[in-house]
């Protein structure tokens, strides 16, 4: 599965949160940002993955080419 990450811009109480979604958003998680995935992003502010989803848990697995959605 390919999902975006977004990394939020702005936070009122100083925390970078982010989102996890796929296309058709039946995947999404909003959550604070990981140093792991802070890392993954290079410093963008979003960048699609291919993504496993183990339970409730979505993996990165590799950063893929940007989507058009």
Do not use: H
């Not at 993954?40 to 959605?69: H, S």
């Amino acid at each position: 599965m390919i999902v975006k990450v977004q990394v939020s811009l702005f936070s009122t109480d100083g925390t970078k949160r982010m989102l996890i979604y796929n296309e058709d958003r039946s995947t999404f998680f909003e959550g604070e940002l990981t140093q792991e995935v802070r890392k993954a992003m290079d410093g963008q502010p979003k960048a699609y993955f291919e993504a496993k989803l183990i339970d409730t848990k979505v993996n990165l697995i590799k950063k893929v080419a940007p989507q058009d959605w």
